[in-house]
């Protein structure tokens, strides 16, 4: 069981949009269309924001959205707001009912 | 409405045993299969284990396996897992979720496990 890579962090001004990877192998991300992200505000439990790839829970904005091409999934977060500063991870199945975390990302609203 | 409820954190000396209860309501329990996902202070998040609606399958991070055993009772409507031979590194706030579809939707306020003498 390996961890996800996510870059340590990203950045972008309001109103921009940023894209945050989530690299994994064809034994995890690759091999299932059951990616996850998630986003955490400091002293918070986690907050479902995209499921099975690109599925948005009910009360997500549209402004996030998820793709997955070959062993990289990615999470866009399109007009940046100031309240989506946050730690962001992704997960995936990993096959006989393990699952993995990305390290997570730092998203920081300039 | 959903809520997830974990107790049993607490101090305990490394070599100790611990158990972790997540008490569910708003939801037929017995119908979602259930996650503990575990994060060190000042890390990110960590999978821990898997149970399946009924109990009968299970799975779990290779850092835990063979001395955690995630279980439940759905007739308690409560998630359990049992920690035993603790580490330090086993230090962190440990949250229940309940999963669709492979996303964890709903987690707990989490409860703090520190190992330490």
């Known amino acids: 069981q390996s961890a996800l890579t996510q870059p340590p962090s990203a950045s972008g001004s309001p109103g921009q949009s940023v894209t945050i990877s989530c690299t994994g192998t064809?034994?995890?991300?690759?091999?299932?269309?059951?990616v996850s992200w998630y986003q955490q505000h400091p002293g918070k439990a986690p907050k479902l924001m995209i499921f099975?790839?690109?599925k948005r829970p009910s009360g997500v904005p549209d402004r996030f959205s998820g793709s997955k091409s070959g062993n990289t999934a990615s999470l866009t977060v399109s007009g940046l707001q100031a309240e989506d500063e946050a730690d962001y991870y992704c997960?995936?199945?990993?096959?006989?009912?393990?699952?993995?975390f990305g390290g997570g990302t730092k998203l920081t609203v300039l | 409405e959903v809520q997830l409820v974990e107790s049993g954190g607490g101090l305990v000396q490394p070599g100790g045993s611990l158990r972790l209860s997540c008490a569910a309501s708003?939801?037929?329990?017995?119908?979602?299969?259930m996650h503990w996902v575990r994060q060190a202070p000042g890390k990110g998040l960590v999978w821990v284990s898997r149970?399946?609606?009924?109990?009968?399958?299970?799975g779990y991070a290779d850092s835990v396996k063979g001395r955690f055993t995630i279980s439940r009772d759905n007739a308690k409507n409560t998630l359990y897992v049992q920690m035993n031979s603790l580490r330090g590194e086993d230090t962190a706030v440990y949250y229940c979720?309940?999963?669709?579809?492979?996303?964890?939707?709903?987690w707990g306020q989490g409860t703090l496990v520190t190992v330490s003498s």
């Open positions: 979720a309940r999963e669709v579809g492979g996303g964890m939707h709903y």
């Open positions: 708003g939801f037929i329990f017995s119908s979602y299969w």
């Open positions: 149970i399946n609606s009924d109990g009968s399958g299970t």
């Open positions: 064809s034994s995890d991300v690759g091999g299932y269309n059951y």
């Open positions: 099975e790839v690109s």
């Open positions: 997960s995936s199945y990993a096959g006989s009912n393990n699952f993995a």
